[in-house]
């Protein structure tokens, strides 16, 4: 596939039929159709979705290798012994991730995300249970940079697109070291900052999802920014 024409509707009907045959007998059968409906036009979306970031956030890329998320299982330490994801993935990550400017303590830095799964398709970004070096660096900034934190995540088209950031992993009391009153103490607790907003299937399934997940994007780049930023992964003006 030269470049994203849709997802089609098969794609989807690929994914439940996966769920309920989660095997690799069946996979195998069907792996045409995982290549043809899902994995071809995924690589075409990230290819099209970079083009479209160049202008966005242009330190923000999409690599067909690398963003990609793999629909293997990894299954060494589950219980649960199913081989494949009832999903497909992809992350769109900081330039200078992977590279000799990347400090050990960045880990994968701030990036967009987008998830298709039939009835619970999403779009966000931000970065998810970061390594302690990298939360801690996070947890400084959030103490330098309070007020400019909040102008984001209070943003009024922010929080109209993604509503509130997700409490998952978050702390019940403020971190050691810090003032149980200061006025950071909520976003303290966070141990992971990503937000998002919900995808219908016909949304997936259109067309226009690359000009859809763009304004998605754009709404959220401050935000990625200023994550990356706290890191030391500077914004850039062009790829240049």
Known sequence: MDHFTSFSPKALTFLRGLKKNNRKDWFEAHRPQYEQELKLPLAALIEEMDVQLATIAPEIIGS?????????????????KSP?????????FHRDVGTRMQSEAVHGGAGFYLH??????????????????????????????FEGWESIVQDRAFRKRFGELDTEGMLMRVPRGYAPDHPAAE?????????????????VTSPRLPTLLAKHYEVMTPFVRWLNEALGLSAHLSRL
């Not at 976003?187 to 907003?197: D, E, I, V």
């Open 116 to 145: 298709l799964s039939p009835g619970e398709c999403f779009c966000g970004g931000g970065i998810w249970m970061p390594p302690r070096p990298a939360l801690l660096k996070i947890r400084a900034s959030l103490v330098d940079d």
């Open 84 to 92: 494949y994801k009832t999903h497909v993935a992809c992350w769109f």
């Open 187 to 203: 976003w303290l607790r966070y141990q992971s900052f990503t937000a998002g907003t919900p995808l219908t299937d016909d949304e």
């Open 64 to 80: 067909p290798k690398k963003s990609a998320f793999r629909i293997h299982r990894d299954v060494r330490f589950s219980k649960d």
